[in-house]
C-alpha cells in the first residue's frame, strides 16, 4: 500500500469476517504517507496473489527463496518499491546452508520464524530478531537441526527524516499533523466508498 496523501484502511481481521460476512468489513485508519517526495501523491492499494510472489530454488538443494520485494539474483518482486530494499522468505532445509552479501547502502535484519539457525557463526534461537552492520557484511545462514528451518531476510535504505506520529498519521512536523487533521475533518481526502468485499 502506498499511503500517498491519505488512505482510510484496516490491516486487521474484524469480527464480522471471522463470522464471514464481508459485508461487514469497515475501515477505521487514515494512514499518511512520511516519505516527503511521496506525500502529495495519490494513494495506491497494491495486490499481490501467493503464485505471482517469485520463488527460487537454491542451489544443492538447499530449500527455496521468495521473493516478496526487491530483487535477488535474476528474481524481481512484483510489488512496486519506492526506495532501495529487499524482504525474503528462505526456507532452509536440514544440514544446509544459505550466503548472500548486503549491500553496502541498507541496514539489514533477520527474523527466525521457526527453530534455531546459526548466523554468520551465532546461533540464534526461534523468534528472535538479529540486526546486521551496514558495510556489505556476508550473512551466512546454517541449518544444523534435524528440520527445515524458515527465515525472514530484509534490509532497506537508512530513514532519516523527522518522523512525527499523531494517532493514525504519521507525517514530518507537527504542523503537518495539524494541517492533515484539519484537511481529514473539512474533507479534503474526498468521498470514502465502501465495497460489498473490501473497502476502498
Same mark, same amino acid.
Given at each position: 500500500?502506498?499511503?500517498?496523501?491519505?488512505?482510510?484502511?484496516?490491516?486487521?481481521?474484524? +469480527? #464480522?469476517?471471522?463470522?464471514?460476512?464481508?459485508?461487514?468489513?469497515?475501515?477505521?485508519?487514515? $494512514?499518511?504517507?512520511?516519505?516527503?517526495?511521496?506525500?502529495? #501523491?495519490? &494513494?495506491?492499494?497494491?495486490?499481490? +496473489?501467493?503464485?505471482?510472489?517469485? =520463488?527460487?530454488?537454491?542451489?544443492? /538443494?538447499?530449500?527455496?527463496?521468495?521473493?516478496?520485494?526487491? #530483487?535477488? @539474483?535474476?528474481?524481481?518482486?512484483?510489488? +512496486?518499491?519506492?526506495?532501495?530494499?529487499?524482504?525474503?522468505?528462505?526456507?532452509?532445509?536440514?544440514?544446509?546452508?544459505?550466503?548472500?552479501?548486503?549491500?553496502?547502502?541498507?541496514?539489514?535484519?533477520?527474523?527466525?520464524?521457526?527453530? =534455531?539457525?546459526?548466523?554468520? $557463526?551465532?546461533?540464534?534461537?526461534?523468534?528472535?530478531?538479529?540486526?546486521?552492520?551496514?558495510?556489505?557484511?556476508?550473512? @551466512?545462514?546454517? =541449518?544444523?537441526?534435524?528440520?527445515?528451518? $524458515?527465515?525472514?531476510?530484509?534490509?532497506?535504505?537508512?530513514?532519516?527524516? &523527522?518522523?512525527?506520529? @499523531?494517532?493514525?498519521?504519521?507525517?514530518?512536523? +507537527?504542523?503537518?499533523?495539524?494541517?492533515?487533521?484539519?484537511? !481529514?475533518? $473539512?474533507?479534503? !481526502?474526498?468521498?470514502?466508498?465502501?465495497?460489498? /468485499?473490501?473497502?476502498?
Amino acid at each position: 500500500m502506498k499511503a500517498g496523501k491519505g488512505i482510510v484502511h484496516e490491516e486487521a481481521v474484524s +469480527p #464480522e469476517m471471522s463470522n464471514h460476512q464481508p459485508e461487514c468489513i469497515s475501515c477505521s485508519i487514515l $494512514d499518511q504517507s512520511s516519505l516527503q517526495r511521496y506525500k502529495c #501523491e495519490e &494513494p495506491e492499494y497494491f495486490l499481490s +496473489p501467493a503464485n505471482d510472489i517469485p =520463488n527460487q530454488i537454491l542451489t544443492d /538443494d538447499a530449500g527455496w527463496i521468495k521473493i516478496l520485494s526487491g #530483487e535477488y @539474483e535474476n528474481a524481481i518482486a512484483k510489488v +512496486p518499491c519506492y526506495s532501495k530494499q529487499f524482504l525474503y522468505h528462505i526456507h532452509l532445509e536440514a544440514g544446509k546452508q544459505f550466503s548472500t552479501i548486503t549491500d553496502i547502502a541498507l541496514e539489514c535484519g533477520a527474523f527466525l520464524l521457526t527453530n =534455531n539457525a546459526v548466523i554468520n $557463526d551465532m546461533e540464534f534461537e526461534a523468534g528472535e530478531f538479529i540486526v546486521f552492520s551496514s558495510e556489505g557484511e556476508l550473512i @551466512e545462514i546454517n =541449518n544444523n537441526g534435524k528440520t527445515a528451518v $524458515d527465515i525472514i531476510l530484509f534490509g532497506g535504505e537508512p530513514y532519516n527524516e &523527522p518522523i512525527v506520529a @499523531e494517532g493514525t498519521f504519521v507525517m514530518n512536523t +507537527p504542523h503537518e499533523i495539524t494541517q492533515a487533521y484539519n484537511d !481529514y475533518y $473539512d474533507g479534503k !481526502y474526498g468521498d470514502i466508498l465502501f465495497d460489498k /468485499d473490501r473497502s476502498l
